[in-house]
Nanobody, 128 residues
Framework: QVQVVESGGGLVQAGGSLRLSCTASTSNFRNYNMGWFRQAPGKEREGVAYIGWFDSRSYYADSVKGRFTISRDNAKNTLYLDLNSLKSEDTAMYSC?????????????????????WGQGTLVTVSS
């Protein structure tokens, strides 16, 4: 069973930056497609970024494209999400997960967690 622990969230002013981390308890991390999700108060969880296991191909939701960057360090079993130019609408609980393969940017809406339970998430609050 894969377990993930997210960290790095906090309170930041609009225009600021944060780096989120997600450490997975599995020796197969390098073989998994990984994704970041977020859930704002009163809204459904949405996928925001994806990175493939084979070539680290990445896709982003339109709302974060050009501002967020997903990356991975397989040696550390860790997934990252760099958040830049933050906006108040980025305020949400951010979570990571092992996900299905995503073949194109437009398919990010179909990204789903396929292994393990959700972690506790890490809260990002952007003040305007």
């Amino acid at each position: 069973q894969v377990q993930v622990v997210e960290s790095g969230g906090g309170l930041v002013q609009a225009g600021g930056s944060l780096r989120l981390s997600c450490t997975a308890s599995t020796s197969n991390f390098r073989n998994y497609n990984m994704g970041w999700f977020r859930q704002a108060p009163g809204k459904e969880r949405e996928g925001v970024a994806y990175i493939g296991w084979f070539d680290s191909r990445s896709y982003y939701a339109d709302s974060v494209k050009g501002r967020f960057t997903i990356s991975r360090d397989n040696a550390k079993n860790t997934l990252y999400l760099d958040l830049n130019s933050l906006k108040s609408e980025d305020t949400a609980m951010y979570s990571c997960a092992v996900v299905n393969a995503v073949g194109a940017p437009g398919a990010l809406a179909n990204m789903r967690k396929i292994l393990g339970a959700w972690g506790q998430g890490t809260l990002v609050t952007v003040s305007s």
